[in-house]
């Protein structure tokens, strides 16, 4: 594997639109630069082939002119999820590919372009979304760029968006977040990954995976950044207390969250929490004994094989062969779920929210590791079954109870330099993302000025 092209020079949205406002750079010399990337074997598989990435001569003059919206002049990718105005969403599998253009773009999209930012193509990712590991037999698996030796995976399903912003082709990512598919890829690839509340971003024009638990997001390379295009996805201000990391008060969840650690993941967060004890901050580890029964809530095949059964089951029902066996199997789970057991279900994770909610009151967030393990060799998980879904069931474990939880999460890197990434994460229930968000710019500061001790 070639050592991916260096990013541009100007690497978050924040430092680039100063860059741009000062006259340091121009629009159109960000946009080359990252095309350059992602043209190159950096981003191999991490675009789909049948949507050529837009010339820069296509784009619309208002985007290399203005300074004044937020995203003016930012390159960002959109998942293969999304409807783009006049292309064929596929969800990254063939069975789509004979299917009508969209007629217009969907609302996150439309948000995007209408704040100045520059789509410059459309993301590789799992086919429809139903896996933590970012693996996809039709199109080709993105390479995480973290490691030039070994290619690893980059984690799913927002697989071809987190590597898009990794190697510096975007800044910005538009992904989705079902049970972590916007954190997972953020925490194995080195970058920042928020999944908001879900309520908050429609997810109209997007291929569902799960109605109840389906996340519009975004991938960056900062919290600010993750902040800017939050605001735009959203259409709503952040609004940011500034609280110091000395008085908050912080969660460590025993039950599940901490278990079987790598030893490099570990490490890692040990030394997280080590500073912002140092810093200040009060950190208690708390039982939080709800974790532990999602598994006999989810017994059944819990609401993803449930509402992506719904969804597919015409379609599946006709192509199945066309499908990654993978992910047609986990879909065919929900065909062996009743009315009852769905509507129990429901029922089930509306007491279950209601007791997290009472558990977590007083504390500003949880903290955990976003990932049990860093990226895994994708020779590993590529043709053994097995190991596959035991790496699989790793990688959701923690982010997915966020998602059960409708809450919003942001992981954001803590790995010493030289090391593979791993991702910290930091949670909280329902329409509590302002909190996490502004916490997150601290514990972001607090963490680079320890590594650079």
Known sequence: MSQPSPLPSFSTID??????????????????????????????????????????????????????????????????????????????????????????????????RAAGAVVTGRTNMVEFAFSGVGINPHYGTPVNPADTLIERIPGGS??????????????????????????????LCGIVGFK??????????????????????????SVRDAITVHEVLAARGVQLAGKPLSSCRLALARTQMQDDLDDTVGQAFEHSVQVLRRAGAQIEEIPLHEIGELAGINATGGLSAAES???????????????DPRVAMRILRGADMSAADYIDLLAARRDWIARMETRLHGFDAVLSPTV????????????????????NGLLLRNTSVVNMLDGCAISLPCHAPG????????????????AVLDLALQVETALARSLQK
């Open 15 to 112: 430092a680039t639109r100063q860059a741009i406002r000062s006259g340091q750079v121009r629009p159109k010399e960000i946009l080359e630069r990252a095309a350059a990337v992602a043209r190159s074997d950096a981003c191999r598989h991490v675009f789909m082939p049948a949507v050529s990435l837009e010339p820069l001569s296509a784009r619309p003059k208002e985007a290399f002119n203005q300074t004044s919206q937020s995203l003016a002049g930012i390159p960002v990718s959109v998942k293969d999820l999304f409807d783009v105005a006049d292309q064929i969403t596929t969800a990254g599998s063939t069975v789509l590919a004979g299917a009508d253009p969209a007629r217009a773009d969907c609302p996150a999209v439309a948000r995007l």
């Open 158 to 187: 927002s697989s071809g968006a987190a590597v898009s912003v990794a190697t510096g082709a975007v800044l910005a990512a538009l992904g989705s977040d079902t049970g972590g598919s916007i954190r997972i890829p953020a925490a």
């Open 196 to 221: 908001s509340t879900a309520r908050l971003v429609p997810t109209t024009g997007a291929v569902p995976l799960s109605t109840s638990l389906d996340t519009v997001c975004a991938l960056t390379r």
């Open 309 to 323: 059964f719904a969804w597919h089951r015409m379609l599946i029902a006709q192509h199945q062969a066309e499908y």
């Open 372 to 391: 049990p393990l860093v990226a895994p060799a994708i020779a590993r998980v590529l043709t053994d079954d097995i190991e596959f879904f035991r790496i």
């Open 419 to 434: 090391q593979l990434p791993v991702g910290l994460m930091l949670w909280h229930s329902a329409l509590q993302d302002d």
